[in-house]
């Protein structure tokens, strides 16, 4: 088959398996340029691990620490007709390179949010590893289903308390006009906090260590994104960032159900970046993609892999992390320095759809967009027949 992108709107609805492997095999030579990672993590869980920050953590424990991961995530195979999805390929791409590196990798498809998969992951945590000293989460959904009341929960991107009008970029047609958000009702408030919230990482944490396969000194971290003055309206003081709060809560609670094991939960705040979850949320592709200018004018652009690579060398593994006073690792000072957002929010009112590619990087944030799905990668020739049915060895 040849594989060429089919974008409809914030989505792209397949993937390409060599783009992606490719877009892999970079993220871990980047790793391995940085060197090893000093008293890293040897047996590590993600969950969320076949995409954005989640596939960074797993690329950074394995190829930066040597350590044996077990990755969780929800995708779809390809078959002789369909492609699959783009952390489907990701995950084969990561697996063959683990392989090639004598590094354990084990990965089970599957709802994360549901017993069975933690059972699942138990199961395959004793059989293999038997404990695991580092748990990452990093889940980005749309929707959850309660596995205790069966309950289907959706969460919303909306502003809290009053409507909010912004400018916005439409990312099919390159128009940019006004967009209002109605705000959130309670409910909806709720159930993006219940989707989103911290209420599945004690969930998961509490199973973990209730089956014994928590290592003394554990660790685990969930992910967070704050922001400011512009993406506050409808991100950091909107649902998803009531959602996000909830995090700080969870790691409160999870501190102190670790704290026989000597164990530490810490949620970690990352920049802002183009993945499947942040291309979805209004606002952000135009924000993106000015954030993208700027700090590549000034050489402190970072993805997700940069991001994640800091993440353990100044934040999980390191005497001297940087934490906020909530406990939270930052690994997005760069992008809130106070001189780079007001550069930000200069360019902001200046945008039109005639400077777009003069005033911001949107054909960087694209090209970013596309490579999610293994499009547009080096090296890859998109005219070549390939096999969307690309098999994985699941648990
Ligand atoms: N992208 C950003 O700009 C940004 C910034 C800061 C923090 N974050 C946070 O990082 C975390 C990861 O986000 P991302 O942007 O990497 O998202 P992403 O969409 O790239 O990754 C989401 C992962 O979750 C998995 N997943 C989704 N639903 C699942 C389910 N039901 N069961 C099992 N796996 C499931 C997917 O398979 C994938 O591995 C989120 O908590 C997000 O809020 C993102």
Request: with cysteine.
């Amino acid at each position: 088959m040849i594989i060429k992108p089919k974008v409809r709107g914030f989505i792209c609805t397949n993937a390409h398996p060599e783009g992606c492997a490719a877009n892999v095999r970079e993220q871990i030579d980047f790793v391995k340029s940085q060197g090893e990672i000093a008293d890293g993590p040897k047996k590590v869980l993600v969950i969320g691990a076949s995409t954005g920050y989640g596939l960074a953590s797993r690329i950074t424990a394995a190829f930066g620490c040597g350590a044996a991961t077990l990755g969780v995530f929800f995708e779809k195979p390809g078959t002789e007709r369909k492609t699959g999805s783009a952390g489907f390929y990701n995950s084969v791409g990561f697996h063959a390179e683990a392989e090639k590196a004598g590094l354990y990798a084990k990965s089970i498809n599957g709802d994360a949010f549901s017993d069975e998969i933690k059972a699942k992951a138990i199961d395959v945590i004793k059989r293999d590893l038997g404990k695991v000293d580092l748990v990452v989460y990093s889940l980005a959904s749309p929707r959850r289903t309660d596995p205790k009341t069966g309950e289907l929960y959706s969460s919303v991107l909306k502003p809290i308390g009053q409507s909010y009008t912004a400018k916005n970029l439409n990312t099919d047609t390159l128009k940019i006009a006004d967009m209002t958000i109605e705000a959130a009702n309670e409910e909806e408030i709720a159930n993006t906090v219940k989707v989103m919230g911290g209420e599945d990482w004690e969930l998961w944490v509490e199973a973990l260590k209730e089956a014994d396969v928590l290592a003394e000194n554990a660790k685990t971290v969930a992910y967070t994104y704050i922001g400011d003055k512009l993406t506050w309206p409808i991100y950091g003081k909107a649902t998803i960032g009531r959602a996000k709060e909830d995090l700080d809560r969870a790691a409160t609670a999870i501190n102190q159900k670790l704290a026989d094991l000597g164990g530490s939960a810490n949620v970690a705040v990352l920049k802002a970046l183009v993945t499947q979850s942040s291309s979805a949320i209004p606002i952000m592709p135009l924000y993106i993609s000015i954030l993208y200018k700027v700090m590549k004018e000034e050489g402190t652009h970072e993805g997700c892999i940069e991001q994640l690579y800091r993440l353990f060398t100044e934040g999980v593994y390191t005497d001297t992390p940087r934490l906020d006073d909530a406990n939270r690792f930052r690994m997005d000072e760069k992008e809130l320095a106070a001189e780079l957002q007001a550069k930000v929010e200069a360019i902001w009112p200046n945008v039109t759809e005639e400077n777009l590619f003069e005033e911001t990087d949107y054909k960087g944030y694209n090209a970013e967009f596309l490579k999610l799905f293994g499009f547009g990668v080096d090296g890859i020739d998109y005219e070549k027949d390939v096999a969307p049915d690309v098999a994985l060895d699941l648990e």
